[in-house]
């Protein structure tokens, strides 16, 4: 059964910098991409960023490109946001998913709150 | 960056009717297109992917059609484990891009 577990949110000042990690297991990690898809309290989804099996091709979102860093570790079967210079619009639920396009696995997520 | 958008925003539907969604892209991401359903409190759920293939244990209910630009979510006979919001999301790319649509909301009328 494919799991995957974030972890790493909480409260946090803006302009601060918060590092979210995300465990799988169930499956053959290194075979698939990941991203990381957010929600913000009430509103819809926004996919932030991806990254390749092998790290070789990421992207992110026009929103959180510059701020935010993705990066994984096949060993650990982990994946990880490094998140940076946050604002108030990146509070939200942070999901970590599996798939090349169409995500076939999430976890349950990890909530972000930015605010003084 | 490719921009969805999903029509109606709120469908209202009593059981047993069907339901049809329309998501739009503003520019071509020929079949590379997936709809999500999402419940309250819950994570999203892959229903369709390349615009009309079901996920694995997605009813078949739940069918996609559609390419390039224009694509539709129809639901044949809606069943209550079927309301919730429903997202398409574009993959066309790599690296990747993606985006999802704002969602259509189907409830109970």
């Known amino acids: 059964e494919v799991q995957l577990v974030e972890s790493g949110g909480g409260l946090v000042q803006p302009g601060r910098s918060l590092r979210l990690s995300c465990a799988a297991s169930g499956f053959t990690f290194d075979d698939y991409a990941m991203h990381w898809v957010r929600q913000a309290p009430g509103k819809g989804l926004e996919w932030v960023s991806g990254i390749s099996w092998n790290s070789g091709s990421i992207g992110y979102a026009d929103s959180v490109k510059g701020r935010f860093t993705i990066s994984r570790d096949n060993a650990k079967n982990s994946l990880y946001l490094q998140m940076n210079s946050l604002r108030a619009e990146d509070t939200a639920l942070y999901y970590c998913?599996?798939?090349?396009?169409?995500?076939?696995?999430w976890g349950q997520g990890t909530l972000v709150t930015v605010s003084s | 960056e490719i921009v969805m958008t999903q029509s109606p925003a709120t469908l209202s539907v009593s059981p047993g009717e069907r339901a049809t969604l329309s998501c739009r892209a503003s520019q071509s991401v020929s079949s590379n297109l997936a709809w999500y359903q999402q419940k309250p409190g819950q994570a999203p759920r892959l229903l369709i992917y390349g615009a009309s293939t079901r996920a694995t244990g997605i009813p078949a209910r739940f069918s996609g059609s559609g390419s390039g630009t224009e694509f539709t979510l129809t639901i044949s006979s809606l069943q209550s484990e079927d309301f919730a919001v429903y997202y398409c999301q574009q993959y066309n790319n790599w690296p990747p891009t993606f985006t999802f649509g704002p969602g259509t909301k189907v409830d109970i009328k």
């Open positions: 998913a599996k798939g090349v396009g169409a995500t076939t696995g």
